[in-house]
Nanobody, 119 residues
Framework: VQLQASGGGLVQTGGSLRLSCAAS????????MAWYRQAPGKQRDMVAL???????NYANSVKGRFTISRDNAKNAVYLQMNSLKHEDTAVYYC??????????????WGQGTLVTVSS
């Protein structure tokens, strides 16, 4: 299973970006899909997650600005980021729980996509 993340880039304060992450390979089903981010010199933190049923959870710092969504048919997860702030600058990673056989679950990370918000 591989996760391919895309959509990062350079944007000005107040701008928007949409991140995408698609899982490929031998996939029977996915469960929680999430976005994390890691700023230079800091730990990797959860930004947003969405369950298989569509329930979402957000870090307080992004509530009202970011929206996570998923497309189960495409095994994809998205992060719409609006009203971006300088402190949103980080490498963003997607994370997906996958089962290949309906019994055993494994967690996978995408390669990371850099988001830079200029002030």
């Amino acid at each position: 299973v591989q996760l391919q993340a895309s959509g990062g880039g350079l944007v000005q304060t107040g701008g928007s970006l949409r991140l995408s992450c698609a899982a490929s390979g031998s996939i029977f089903s996915t469960n929680v899909m999430a976005w994390y981010r890691q700023a230079p010199g800091k730990q990797r933190d959860m930004v947003a997650l969405v369950s298989n049923g569509g329930s979402t959870n957000y870090a307080n710092s992004v509530k009202g600005r970011f929206t996570i969504s998923r497309d189960n048919a495409k095994n994809a997860v998205y992060l719409q980021m609006n009203s971006l702030k300088h402190e949103d600058t980080a490498v963003y990673y997607c994370h997906v729980d996958v089962t290949r056989d309906g019994r055993n679950w494994y967690s996978y990370w995408g390669q990371g996509t850099l988001v830079t918000v200029s002030s």
